[in-house]
């Protein structure tokens, strides 16, 4: 089966890139495949050539905190950056990002205006796994 788009960019944007830790996704060069892996349980197919693909937000990096702290910043005024803060105090970072029907901190226009980021980056990373695959045959 050839690896779509789509099938690149859940494991992408689920990624926890910690091979010695919860596991990471990798691709199969031999098997053509993706495959999840982990130093507890590792896969077979990790004695054919693979290699690791990115991460949305891999485990522990705080990425996306960090990427969402720099877009409000940049695009919406002080006082709703200052909401936003209090709001990730209290609550934290990563559902600072969501929805508030989800229990978030974001109403429509602001998660969309968040999603189409999001949604640019996975674009990005699965452009370069594409590239990369490719290559590799």
Known sequence: MTVS?????????????RYDGPGEYRYSVTHKTVYFTSAARPDPRDNDPWFPLPSLNP?????????????????WPPSRQKELERFALRRG???????????????????????YVVNRELERLTAQVRDRINREG
């Not at 029907?101 to 998660?111: F, I, N, S």
């Open 5 to 17: 788009d789509r099938m690149l960019v859940g494991a992408i944007a689920s990624n926890p890139a």
């Open 59 to 75: 485990d522990g990096s705080k990425r996306m905190e960090k990427a969402f702290q720099e877009f409000i910043k940049r695009r």
């Open 93 to 115: 970072w990563d559902l600072a990002m969501e929805l508030k029907y989800g229990g978030g901190a974001l109403d429509d226009r602001e998660a969309e205006e968040w999603q």
